[in-house]
């Protein structure tokens, strides 16, 4: 009985032992050495000083969702990161059931045009199985390819998107749609795009210094 109390325990803490490691674990430097964050309203106050202090050179901020939603805080991270010294990014997160025009007018609304902006990212998360009226695949291909010439047309800079599992494996639009891809899995290199990636959301729930709450940790190519 002690004998498996003892390895009991062991289990517990190794157990305990592995999760603070993923969630304080950020890829090697030596291999990755352009890093940084991906923030939203939902992280709360962020100190991006901390950030760059930890590693991170740039930061994507979510910044619109559909034809009406913004996140509140898009523009006291964007100056708050800036201040930092960090590159910035905006998000925006494509709804299938809404029109382009809509949802391209709400970006630019919410997004400042300049030349020290990185290439504006499209967040596909959503499928169109909730939307209120039937929108076929072919539709929701054919609004993504007007909101990304839409975004592009204001960004001047192609666009990168932002593909998770579920919409991949719903849609398959990554073998169709020539941009650079920013994959999510923790840890683990993301290969369910079929071909490679640019940018990595390395760890989904980092704890650090930086924030009261975790934060998506994104690493690029090298």
Known sequence: MRILALLLLAVVCAGGWYWWQLQHWSPDEA???????EVAARDGRVNFRTVRALG??????DASYGAKGSDAAFSRNLTAAREAGLQVGAVHRFDPCVMAD??????????????DMLPPAIELAATADDCAERVTEAAVESELMTLINQIEGHAGKPVILKIMPGFETRYGLSARIERNLWLSRTRLLPDYAGRPWLLWTANEALRSE?????????????
Not at 31 to 37: A, C, K, L
Not at 56 to 61: P, S, V
Not at 210 to 222: F, K, M
């Open 31 to 37: 291999v990755y050495p352009d890093q940084g964050v």
């Open 56 to 61: 991170g050179r740039f930061a994507y901020l």
């Open 102 to 115: 809509g949802q391209s007018a709400n970006f630019v609304t919410v997004v400042p045009r300049g030349a």
């Open 210 to 222: 930086a924030a009261e709450q975790p934060l998506r940790w994104v690493v690029v190519q090298p």
